[in-house]
């Protein structure tokens, strides 16, 4: 999906296809139903990647589905 990840990327109120180079990934399925699938790599990859932890109690790296926002999602 694309998306905007500041104000400072667009040039005005009106967000043109052609404005945004930036990207998220969603999928609405379980990771069973991905089994060998080019999206169940590039989620296990996801789960592998360690993030620096900068905001709240827990200071410290992370694998990235560790941190609360983010460790109750069932679905990427």
Do not use: N, Q
């Not at 990859?45 to 790296?61: A, C, D, F, L, Q």
Request: aromatic content about 8%.
């Amino acid at each position: 999906m694309p998306c905007v990840s500041s104000p400072k990327k667009v040039k005005g109120l009106i967000i043109r296809p052609e404005d945004v180079d930036e990207y998220f990934f969603m999928c609405d399925k379980p990771k069973d139903a991905l089994k060998g699938t080019r999206a169940l790599e590039y989620i296990e990859y996801g789960e592998k990647m360690e993030i620096e932890v900068t905001r709240g109690s827990k200071r410290e790296r992370r694998k990235l589905p560790e941190p609360e926002t983010l460790k109750g999602r069932k679905l990427w």
